[in-house]
């Protein structure tokens, strides 16, 4: 059985740190882990491709403001020197054994696994959607293919009515179908031929977003710029040559053209590990520590997990300095320090080259304000500023977000100075909480 | 917050009806809150998985998704709305007496 960290007289053994996944989460894991523990533990990074891209850009190459292989490079390349790569797809985990089964053969044993491999995109689970993703009639922007036949797609596109479509939570970046909708009113505005086209974003969610103050904030948006909101649309069937959403219990959204989030899920080798996953194919994890609930010698970052958290970038750039001070107590036999507050903030692209920030955690929702400060950005509200953010961004995540650095008053903990609470319904934490970012 | 009363006792529930707290419930409830929520009367498969509900609720603390409810209980998602129309994941909560499954965020 995998039992507790190593004893006192292994200490000059070198302890071995395996990490599934070498995107966003694996990557700053590897290199914050490397910087730390330096030559006392061998770190390797698994991977089943060589290419690591900047999902967050995806977003913006169907309407042709991002070029595909502008957002790519090598994932070897973005880990520091000292950190092994092993290229191949997982096959399964051994718990008990404490080893990882890898495609090609090679079986590599741990001290310490972390999962970072993500969520995978699962069209096949919705009746009709693979077949009309494959007609031209459905697109997904959540992948580069997808992304780059979307642009073709919408620049033969002259009107009609384009349904964008989240089929089923959980989703990596939860607002990227409400910006693709701000940027799809825009893009189509500069063609002068908004009024023929009928832009319809449907949700299974009760709002255009899942927390109530945004939700409102963003409903607002959605309907300043005539874009139509079907919620608690739960999709059973894409019809691509019908030309139709059909709910499961049996409302019908019309389209010509469906931009769909297809739904996640975990990697394949999760669920042929037995006693690893959920049924989804998630990593139960302790939403503080950040260990699974598996085994104490693996942990989890990033979408892998089946947190509350949002699946995105940014929560995998606060997990890490958590989860990096647990990998270390957990080696060296000290109980976990560390503990994550579900710290998320995005970027909300609105069009018209402005942007939305929010900011929040697991107790307390996007409110409006300023961040990270009283003279920070503007919190929940359109500016250029946010969209500034937002472009400047992608240098971030290459030069400072892998690499695992501290970013100078951008904490890993929420914080509180700057944000309207009492605007939310929030009381809790505003009568209770403690100031202590002020 | 507010009360209801189910089989003779009286109930904690939030605004939206679902149960402030698991322990309240018992079995003679199920088919009130069902009929309240325009629900007929209740078969063996509704059984199943309002059983299945709390069973879940008692191991996660969270009431599961309805494609994590299909997928762990072998009722497919089509018959899940068949049972429980309009969201099986919310109705079959609110019948099982546990908090509405949290939302992704």
Not at chain 1, 263 to 275: D, E, F, I, L, N
């Amino acid at each position: 059985m995998a039992g507790g960290p190593a004893p006192a007289d292994a200490v000059t053994v070198m302890q071995r740190v395996v990490i599934l996944g070498g995107g966003t989460a694996g990557t700053l894991t590897a290199n914050r882990l490397r910087r730390e523990l330096g030559g006392r533990a061998a770190v390797t990074v698994v991977d089943r491709d060589g290419d690591h891209w900047y999902q967050p850009g995806l977003l913006f190459v169907p309407f042709g403001r991002a070029r595909p292989a502008k957002l790519v490079r090598s994932r070897a390349r973005q880990l520091r020197p000292g950190i092994g790569y092993h290229q191949s797809a997982a096959e399964h985990v051994d718990i008990a054994e404490r080893r990882v089964h890898l495609e090609n053969g090679a079986i590599l044993p741990y001290d310490v696994l972390v999962i970072a491999t993500g969520a995978a995109l699962l069209p096949g689970e919705t009746d009709g959607l693979a077949e009309a993703m494959a007609r031209g009639k459905a697109f997904t922007f959540y992948e580069p293919g997808g992304a780059a036949a979307l642009r073709d797609a919408l620049a033969a596109f002259d009107g009609g009515r384009i349904a964008i479509n989240v089929v089923d939570m959980p989703i990596k970046c939860p607002v990227a179908p409400i910006e693709f909708a701000f940027l799809a009113d825009w893009y189509f505005r500069k063609r002068g031929i908004r009024d023929r086209v009928e832009l319809t974003l449907v949700t299974p969610l009760d709002g255009a977003f899942t927390r109530p103050v945004a939700s409102r904030e963003l409903g607002g948006l959605l309907e300043d710029r005539h874009i139509g909101l079907i919620t608690e649309f739960n999709t059973g069937e894409v019809d691509g040559d019908g030309g139709r959403l059909v709910s499961f219990d049996g409302r019908e959204v019309g389209f010509d053209l469906a931009v769909v989030v297809p739904v996640h899920g975990g990697q394949a080798y999760v669920s042929r590990s037995p006693g690893l996953g959920d049924a989804l194919g998630f990593v139960p994890t302790d939403e503080r520590t950040l260990q699974s609930k598996a085994s104490p010698d693996i942990f989890v970052i990033g979408d892998a997990a089946d947190l509350r958290a949002s699946k995105a970038g940014s929560v995998a750039h606060f997990e890490g300095e958590i989860l990096v001070r647990n990998i270390r107590g957990f080696l060296a036999g000290d109980p976990l320090a560390g503990s994550y507050d579900g710290h998320a903030n995005c970027f909300i692209e609105s069009g018209s080259g402005k942007a939305l920030l929010i900011d929040f955690n697991y107790d307390t929702e996007p409110l409006a304000g300023r961040f990270p400060g009283p003279v920070g950005l503007p919190l929940l509200t359109e500016s250029r500023l946010n969209h500034l953010g937002k472009l400047a961004f992608q240098q971030f995540y290459w030069h400072m977000l892998l690499p695992g650095r501290d970013v100078p008053g951008l904490a890993t903990a929420m914080p509180r100075a700057g944000k309207r609470f009492s605007a939310a319904a929030d009381t809790q934490t505003v009568l209770t909480g403690s100031p202590r970012d002020e | 917050m507010s009360t209801k009363v189910y089989a003779g006792t009286e109930v904690t529930v939030n605004d939206e009806g679902f149960f402030a707290d698991a322990g309240q419930w018992r079995e003679e409830m199920a088919p009130e809150i069902a009929r309240e929520a325009g629900l007929g009367t209740l078969t063996p498969r509704h059984w199943q998985v309002v059983t299945f509900m709390r069973h879940e609720y008692a191991e996660k603390g969270t009431g599961p998704s309805v494609r994590a409810l299909s997928k762990t209980s072998g009722v497919s998602v089509k018959e899940l709305y068949q049972l429980f129309p309009k969201g099986p994941a919310k109705l079959a909560a609110k019948i099982a007496g546990i908090p509405k499954p949290r939302g992704c965020i």
